[in-house]
Each structure stands twice: as C-alpha cells, then as structure tokens.
T-cell receptor, first 115, second 111 residues
Framework: DTGVSQDPRHKITKRGQNVTFRCDPI?????LYWYRQTLGQGPEFLTY????????KSRLLSDRFSAERPKGSFSTLEIQRTEQGDSAMYLCASSLGRTTDEKLFFGSGTQLSVL | DQQVKQNSPSLSVQEGRISILNCDYT??????FLWYKKYPAEGPTFLIS?????DKNEDGRFTVFLNKSAKHLSLHIVPSQPGDSAVYFC??????????FGSGTKLNVKP
C-alpha cells in the first residue's frame, strides 16, 4: 500500500494555458474522487469515478474541466484556458467503494497557481 | 449549498485538556460521517467515522458523538496533545454517494 500519489505537487501557469494533473490511487481501490480546496475552505467535490465510469460531475465544474480514468486505474484532471479563479489545491482521493466503513484516502494534492 | 457546517474556524486548548470540535449538517439523508485531520501541505488523513445507527464511536483518545435529532456531531480529543494541532474537517454522505466536507476548524494545542 503506497498510498495515493499525485503529480505534480505544484504547478504555476499563466492565465489561458492548459494544465493536466495526474492521480494514482491505491491499487485495489475502485472509487476515485477529485476535490478542490481553497484557503479557509473545506474540500469541494468536483467529480468521482467507479472504476472507469464517471458517476457524477459537480455543477460547479465548467466545461473547461475534464477528468478521465482510463481502464479504471490512474486518473487525469485537465483544466483548459486556466483562469485566476482556478488557483487552488486539487486533491485526489480513492476508496474501496463499499457500502460500509467507507473511507477516503487522500493524496498530498497539487497546488495550482494561475498568474 | 453548505450541507455540512463547522461554525468555529479555530479552537485553542491547553495540552492535557479536552478538545471538542463541532459539526452541523442540514441533510437528514446523511447516514455516515467521518472526521479528517489535515496538516499544512498534506492531504487530509482519516481519523474516525460513525454510522447513523450509532450515537458514539471511540478510538483511543478520539470519540465522535452523533445527535441525529439535532443534526449535530462532535469530536472529542482527550487528552489533547501538541501534535494534535491541525485543521479538522467533518464529512458526511448518504446512500453511498459523494462526501460533503465542512470548512474546517483549526485546533491549536498549547504546551
């Protein structure tokens, strides 16, 4: 169990550029979540997958955001035409995906700064 | 649409005393609750959980209490230690769906 891994840890980009983040979940975990956190706030739900199927996407997520989880393994989150308001910590979490005793295991996050 | 609320942004307690962190929720369909702890520059780590069929769950120094009628849960840390200083988030979900998080309470345990 090597934990949830996120890459990169930090990303600085200019407004209008595209960025892509990667998340490698714990290997036996079926569910994978993306959350966003800004200063002084709790994690805000973006989207989640059950294996390779994207089950839900937040209404807050504009069309500039897209996430994939090919083959139900790692996941990528892409933000196109970044805006300064996209600056935040992007957290990935995974879980076994069972009805009892469910826990989310988080990665260390990717800190995005849009200049 | 803040379905999980932590109304105290910060809490300061003396080492050895009890820390009580509170969380309120609005969605009566929530049936599972968790507490997470977060240090700076790290992702949240799981602390303790409770199902709506219980009103208390204990794990070492950490106890979570659930009051369903009041839609309120609390985390008790006894005794508090300086290493407990972190931001604490409560989270809730219903019917095996996504988790909603509160805005967090920053706990400072003074030596």
């Amino acid at each position: 169990d090597t934990g949830v891994s996120q890459d990169p840890r930090h990303k600085i980009t200019k407004r209008g550029q595209n960025v892509t983040f990667r998340c490698d979940p714990i290997s036996e975990h079926n569910r994978l979540y993306w959350y966003r956190q800004t200063l002084g706030q709790g994690p805000e739900f973006l989207t989640y997958f059950q294996n390779e199927a994207q089950l839900e996407k937040s209404r807050l997520l504009s069309d500039r955001f897209s996430a994939e989880r090919p083959k139900g393994s790692f996941s990528t989150l892409e933000i196109q035409r970044t805006e300064q308001g996209d600056s935040a910590m992007y957290l990935c979490a995974s879980s076994l995906g069972r009805t009892t005793d469910e826990k989310l295991f988080f990665g260390s996050g990717t800190q995005l700064s849009v200049l | 649409d803040q379905q999980v609320k932590q109304n105290s942004p910060s809490l300061s307690v003396q080492e050895g005393r009890i820390s009580i962190l509170n969380c309120d929720y609005t969605n009566s369909m929530f049936d599972y609750f968790l507490w997470y702890k977060k240090y700076p520059a790290e992702g949240p780590t799981f602390l303790i959980s409770i199902s709506s069929i219980k009103d208390k769950n204990e794990d070492g120094r950490f106890t979570v209490f659930l009051n369903k009628s009041a839609k309120h849960l609390s985390l008790h840390i006894v005794p508090s230690q300086p290493g407990d200083s972190a931001v604490y988030f409560c989270a809730a979900n219903s019917n095996f769906n996504k988790f909603y998080f509160g805005s967090g309470t920053k706990l400072n345990v003074k030596p």
